[in-house]
């Protein structure tokens, strides 16, 4: 009886132990990751000179995710004309479906689908890259010369990506009004004029810059977690490995959990 | 004059203890070589002179200077006197040669360009690696890596060069070029060296000293000679490779 409350004791505390060992690893990354911004913030001074790195991985963020994010935005569009459209035609409102995907699109889906694809795309390839430089010493041999990691690596993927984070939503929003013209108008019935005077009804200037400020916010979370993780890999190949796996993972839970207390500040 | 020193140094990695009272002393212009199995440690002693590593206990002093618990600023100074040939030669991969060797100039902006494209010319040059000049590290071989890498060193004319497994993974005619740089630093610059090696030829060619890393301190430090002619059964089995001795594969 003894023996057996004793164990279950024990049980008890090592799931404490792990809760508590998870919660510590949890805040020690947080907490390293935005030191690392607020460094890297500190480095915007030293932008000029890393121009070229800056355009680079500007051109990775922006460019090379060109097709994903058409194909993304287009059927993202396509995907919310149908489905909202298909209910709105039993209340005979269909023609208000270019309002409802402007209005879905700049709240929440045009920045939280750039999210996804740059978290995907970019962070990785972030994690992966810096990751590698950490396993081969290169982050030492740059430290050795008295280079600044945060200055050389970290600063020019932040810029890059708070900036080209909002063209991109921006660019997923157009997109996707394009696709739910094309199913509002082959599958509802819907005129492109009157879509197009509808979706500009839905233009306002808060969910705008409410979504502007989200895509630059989640531009600075994917960029900090990212090089965050690449920074602190350990084990050679296999902590490569591991710490992109967790880059994108903690990325998309900061996206959501962001996301969620930006909308409840603006409209809650 | 001692360069770098090692008082007592203890490091441990978890339960696994690697430095255990490591002591040694270093003099200018020496080229001293830790030898010892993989993963004994060598590379964790180098470290700690580079301020890489801290240890848990003892003290790691370059001219006096203590490494461990030194400010950001001392570190800066101490590191400009410094340079470490990394294993992997540790060169930036979306960089040309060039811009690698420049790289520790151009980025604090001390020298108008025109100086710094010179300087890496001279240090290409030296190195024989005028060719590879525009070529990125992913096109040029092992050795030239390290080439480039030992180039990229000698830009800010170092008085400390630490050698990480230089010759690792090279070919034997390519070990021996490397081998012969090392001299040649020591010889034209009086560059102190500490080089870790598993490299026997390596260490009896290039090494003034050789001291032997077994236990997580140094079992015996001699001349080339006095290493060669031991009596030590553990540094004997070791120079020798032999499967029989006290030495036990890890």
């Not at chain 2, 964790?44 to 002093?61: I, M």
């Not at chain 2, 012969?180 to 003034?208: C, E, P, W």
């Not at chain 2, 001349?223 to 009596?231: C, K, L, V």
Request: charged share 20%; hydrophobic share 45%.
């Amino acid at each position: 009886m003894s023996g057996g409350a004793n164990g279950a004791g024990r049980r008890l505390i090592g799931l404490f132990d792990l809760i508590g060992s998870r919660l510590m690893e949890f805040f020690d990354q947080a907490g390293y990751t935005i030191l690392l911004l607020v460094r890297a913030l500190y480095y915007l001074k030293d932008a000029p000179p890393k121009a070229r790195e800056i355009f680079t991985q500007m051109y990775f963020a922006g460019v090379k995710t060109l097709v994903v994010c058409s194909l993304v935005g287009v059927f993202t569009g396509m995907i919310l004309a149908l489905q909202t459209g298909i209910e709105l035609q039993n209340f005979g409102m269909q023609y208000q479906i270019g309002h409802l995907i402007i209005a879905s699109m700049t709240r929440e889906m045009g920045p939280f689908m750039a999210a996804i694809i740059l978290t995907a795309s970019v962070g990785s390839a972030m994690a992966a890259e810096i990751g590698t430089m950490k396993v081969y010493d290169e982050i030492d041999a740059l430290e050795m010369m008295s280079i600044s990691p945060v200055k050389f690596l970290v600063m020019p993927r932040v810029v890059a990506l708070a900036t080209m984070m909002p063209v991109v939503s921006v660019y997923i929003i157009v997109l996707a009004c394009l696709g739910g013209a094309v199913v509002a108008n082959s599958i509802l019935n819907v005129s492109f004029n009157v879509y197009i005077k509808h979706l500009y009804k839905g233009i306002h200037f808060k969910p705008i810059y409410v979504g502007l400020l989200k895509a630059f916010v989640f531009g600075l979370i994917i960029s900090g977690v990212s090089c965050a993780y690449g920074l602190r890999a350990t084990s050679g190949e296999l902590g490569v490995g591991h710490a992109t796996r967790s880059s994108v993972v903690a990325s998309f839970l900061m996206v959501l959990i962001i996301g969620y207390f930006i909308t409840a500040i603006f409209y809650g | 004059m001692t360069m770098i020193e090692f008082v007592d140094v203890h490091k441990s990695f978890g339960p696994k203890r690697v430095l255990r009272g490591f002591d040694l002393k270093i003099e200018k212009g020496e080229t001293f070589v830790i030898i010892g199995q993989s993963g004994i440690g060598k590379t964790v002693a180098l470290r700690h002179v580079a301020g890489l590593l801290n240890p848990d206990s003892g003290a790691v002093l370059v001219e006096g200077v203590r490494v461990n618990g030194a400010t950001p600023a001392t570190m800066r100074k101490l590191r400009e006197r410094m340079g470490v040939l990394f294993q992997s030669g540790a060169l930036i991969n979306w960089m040309t040669v060039a811009e690698n060797v420049a790289l520790p100039l151009s980025e604090h902006r001390r020298f108008p360009k025109r100086e710094i494209e010179r300087l890496v010319d001279e240090k290409l040059n030296l190195l024989e690696l005028g060719d590879a000049k525009l070529k990125t590290p992913s096109e040029i071989s092992g050795g030239m890596k390290k080439r480039v890498a030992l180039a990229r060193v000698l830009m800010s004319n170092p008085d400390i060069i630490l050698y990480d497994e230089p010759t690792t993974g090279l070919d034997p005619v390519m070990s021996m070029v490397i081998s012969d740089l090392i001299r040649q630093m020591q010889r034209d610059f009086n560059v102190t060296s500490l080089v870790v090696t598993h490299d026997m030829k390596s260490a009896f060619y290039v090494g003034d000293r050789i001291g032997m890393l077994y236990g997580g301190e140094l079992v015996q430090v001699g001349s080339p000679e006095e290493i060669m002619n031991t009596e030590n059964p553990v540094v004997r089995q070791f120079i020798n490779g032999e499967l029989e001795g006290p030495i036990r594969a890890q």
